[in-house]
């Protein structure tokens, strides 16, 4: 954000400032005191434990004054809610003259890898982004992100979650955006949502949040719901299948990662990314509709998106000793990306002529369809050849119902991350899969600590 003086943001906000300077400069946002950086705001929120508990430790590492509910020991704003009090100051930070575009960027899967591919373009084009860091795509997330980017910020990409209904509206009043890119519609948090139509028009929130002169990008097969209903816009970036604006031919899976070619009308580039798996192309159309939108053409989107790095446990591929590949892309699953990693996991592993190992954590937030999109997935498995199904959590042991083949059961994934090692052969692919509340990453970080090559 733009410094501004505590006695500005005090005004903002509504405060009573119990104490502190109001000349000092506030530059940034915080709600953890271990990562509070020089000239950064406190708000201290409750959640877990207290905020203000942590208060005199974040103004010993350099905040200018706490946000808190009661006066305390360090310098202080008072306000009735920590949370909307921030959410407040960032939405004024955008609403400044100088202050970034916004691109919202929602969907159920390939967020990220949306996000960082079209931050990464758009730096390429030269352009000043800040963009979101992690999982702070909600509603505590998104505002942290808007005031810890850089003064200098000219586009701020923002991720946007959503577990019910109006989270996404909620989050564009915060942060109103100015292009709109919606990655997918599959089945995620269905047991808040219900039904994949209702799932559709919360993620068409995006796009009504929209200005008339704004910019959606989004598959061409979506549905109306998640789309705005028709809701008037400047312009329109469909991809994916045939018909769309944006489409991907040739794709082809290489050592160094993805290429295809990607065509927009009459004219086609090719595009080369160190990133694996072909159910990432999308997300990358995605992106470089993004691009096209924010005046970045296709030329220049290919070049940027060849430079992309993917974040970790998202599909990083990694070599163990005996020639052991893990597909790494443990961070979160829904019913979409679990097939898409299968399909991914079968044509490798046949195409290298190696066995296939699927490491499947359970499913989150299905609701009552739960079982049901796990024995879906468990049949695929079948169907794609998997060799040994490691079923890590309880409701992984769903997968199992629709397999017949070799199938390991683990409580958890401490339990499995300890075992696993004695079931892999030379020569293995394994594909590693689960929310993220199963907490496959330990799995993952102790295969490559014991079997890391020699």
Request: net charge neutral; with cysteine; proline share 4%.
């Amino acid at each position: 954000m733009r410094p501004a003086a505590l006695a500005e943001v005090a005004r903002i906000l509504g405060a009573n400032v119990a104490t502190g300077d109001g000349a000092t400069l506030v530059r940034g946002a915080a709600t953890d005191s271990r990562v509070v950086r020089e000239g950064d705001l406190f708000f201290a929120l409750r959640g877990r434990t207290d905020g203000a508990d942590f208060a005199p430790e974040a103004y010993l590492r350099g905040a200018v004054a706490a946000v808190a509910t009661r006066p305390l020991e360090v310098p202080t704003l008072v306000v009735g809610d920590p949370l909307e009090a921030m959410q407040r100051l960032a939405r004024w930070a955008l609403r400044r003259d100088d202050a970034p575009s916004v691109v919202g960027i929602t969907g159920t899967v390939g967020k990220t890898t949306t996000k960082d591919a079209l931050a990464t373009v758009l730096r390429y084009a030269g352009r000043r982004v800040s963009a979101t860091a992690g999982n702070y795509n909600n509603e505590i997330g998104l505002p942290l992100t808007v005031l810890g980017a850089d003064p200098r910020t000219e586009i701020l990409v923002l991720e946007m979650g959503a577990t019910h209904p109006g989270d996404i509206r909620h989050l564009c009043a915060i942060a109103p955006p100015k292009v709109g890119i919606l990655t997918a519609i599959s089945p995620v948090h269905l047991d808040s949502f219900g039904s994949l139509d209702s799932l559709a028009a919360a993620k068409g929130e995006l796009a009504l949040a929209l200005p008339e002169s704004g910019t959606l990008v989004s598959p061409v097969a979506a549905p109306e719901a998640a789309t705005g209903s028709g809701r008037p816009l400047r312009r329109r970036i469909t991809f994916g299948a045939e018909g769309a604006d944006l489409t991907a031919s040739g794709v082809e899976e290489r050592e160094e990662g993805l290429r295809f070619v990607a065509r927009l009308g009459d004219r086609s580039i090719e595009v080369s990314s160190p990133v694996f798996g072909t159910h990432l192309v999308e997300p990358l159309l995605a992106a470089l509709g993004g691009g096209l939108a924010l005046g970045v053409d296709l030329e220049e989107g290919a070049r940027g998106v060849s430079r992309l790095r993917r974040t970790g446990l998202r599909g990083e591929v990694y070599r163990l000793r005996e020639d052991i590949v893990v597909y790494d892309d443990s961070y979160n699953a829904s019913p979409a990306a679990v097939t898409a990693v299968l399909r991914y996991g079968a044509q490798q592993a046949a195409r290298q002529d190696r066995r296939l190992v699927a490491v499947l954590g359970g499913m989150f937030e299905l609701g009552g369809t739960a079982r049901a999109y796990h024995q879906e997935a468990g049949k695929l498995a079948e169907e794609a050849g998997v060799n040994l199904l490691v079923c890590v959590g309880d409701e992984a042991r769903w997968y199992a119902e629709a397999f017949s083949g070799k199938t390991l059961f683990y409580k958890d994934a401490q339990t499995a991350a300890d075992d696993l090692g004695e079931w892999l052969e030379a020569r293995d692919y394994v594909v590693v899969k689960g929310s993220r509340g199963v907490g496959l990453d330990a799995l993952t970080h102790k295969l490559k600590k014991n079997l890391t090559l020699v």
